[in-house]
């Protein structure tokens, strides 16, 4: 299938985990400096600039956020700690509020420390999102359940399949969607269905690669087009299910990208994200 390409670059949007050494001051002036108007960045350094400061920085540049990453981690032992959880999940959706975030993303937890009792896991998710979601909504910040690789169900998201995403979705309704990653979905079977399902409740499109072989399950996430996943095949799924938002590059890379400048990484991400994103 061909497309046009030529106003492709409109549609990136860049993680600050691309460009992990950067403060979210210099995410914002980097991203300006190579043309690129959208960015995601995570909490961290949110919280380091100040919600407010980095909301004026943000629009004072006319940048969309097409995400604020990340909130979730719902699960714990024990009542205090499921307490903590929903409180610091409020804050992230009041710091999405006021960096005019898109949504916010959401890792939703694995097992609490010491059980093995998955499926109390994903009922603690469940509910977790439940009790967030009033408050999400006043706010007006869709919460974006994002599934990860099974590979992180015990320490990182028990949430591990898009139909697991969408059945949430669907219990829980209004104000919830989906972030699609491809680095966390790729290998699914029933990823053309899933996508297909979730339609409009896709809030986010991440993208990187899946590099053979992968040396460290979270931090050696590859550039796009260096791996195996068919990014355009992905892409084109998510846009036949009616997405038209940007393709966000959310590359984790201890190794190799994040010792690079990251004025060229995003030179790359761009040239990456023209030709086979
Ligand atoms: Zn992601």
Redesign the pocket.
């Known amino acids: 299938m061909m497309r046009d390409l030529s106003n492709d670059r409109a549609l990136i949007s860049i993680?600050s985990m691309t460009v992990k050494p950067w403060s979210l001051e210099q995410l914002v002036e980097g991203c300006a400096r190579a043309g690129i108007s959208a960015i995601s960045p995570w909490r961290d350094i949110v919280q380091a600039c100040g919600a407010e400061r980095a909301g004026k920085l943000i629009r004072a540049q006319g940048m969309t956020v097409t995400g604020l990453?990340r909130g979730g981690m719902f699960p714990a032992a024990d009542e205090a700690g499921r307490r903590a959880a929903l409180e610091d999940n409020r804050r992230a959706v009041d710091e999405a509020a006021a960096i005019g975030a898109q949504c916010l993303?959401l890792v939703v937890g694995g097992l609490p420390k010491g059980s093995r009792d998955l499926a109390g896991a994903r009922r603690q998710v469940r509910d977790g999102l439940a009790a967030l979601l009033p408050h999400a909504r006043q706010a007006g910040v869709p919460l974006a359940i994002?599934p990860l690789h099974p590979m992180f169900a015990a320490d990182r998201a028990c949430v591990n399949t898009l139909a697991q995403a969408n059945d949430l979705c669907e219990q829980l309704g209004d104000g919830t969607g989906i972030?699609v990653?491809t680095?966390?979905v790729w290998w699914d079977p029933e990823l053309a269905r899933e996508i297909a399902r979730a339609g409009r409740n896709i809030l986010a499109y991440?993208v990187n690669d899946w590099l053979v072989p992968t040396t460290d399950l979270l931090l050696d996430r590859g550039m796009m087009g260096d791996g195996v996943i068919d990014l355009r095949a992905i892409r084109a799924m998510v846009e036949a299910a009616g997405y038209r938002g940007h393709c966000e590059v959310?590359i984790l890379s201890a190794e190799n990208w994040w010792k690079r400048d990251p004025d060229e990484v995003l030179r790359i991400c761009i040239e990456r994200h023209q030709t086979v994103v």
């Open positions: 993680n990453c993303i994002e972030a990653d680095y966390h991440h959310e």
